[in-house]
């Protein structure tokens, strides 16, 4: 048996660099400090996700509707629900 990972519901707001939120991104968990399911989350019109994730530096791969991609590293702190704010270079 193996013992699960807690994992903490983070909230993902991504927006581009002149502030205009990122609808319909989709995210990728690629690198964390314990397991997390390989699953693809998809931001809202407001370029928010919601993501279950372990305490600890988390690497993020977003993907544009353009197919480009950026990584971006968080630290996921131990406070629920916590919402933390990407931004990145426009495609």
Not at 19 to 44: C, F, H, K, N
Not at 49 to 78: K, M
């Amino acid at each position: 048996m193996t013992a699960s990972v807690p994992r903490n519901r983070c909230f993902i707001h991504v927006t581009l660099r002149d502030g205009q939120p990122l609808a319909g991104a989709r995210i990728a968990v690629e690198q964390a400090s314990g397991p997390v399911p390989e699953l693809m989350y998809q931001t809202d019109a407001d370029g928010h996700a919601q993501i279950g994730l372990p305490t600890g530096e988390v690497r993020l791969r977003i993907f544009t509707a353009s197919g480009e991609s950026r990584s971006v590293d968080i630290n996921v702190g131990a406070e629920p629900d916590k919402t933390y704010d990407v931004t990145i270079d426009p495609p």
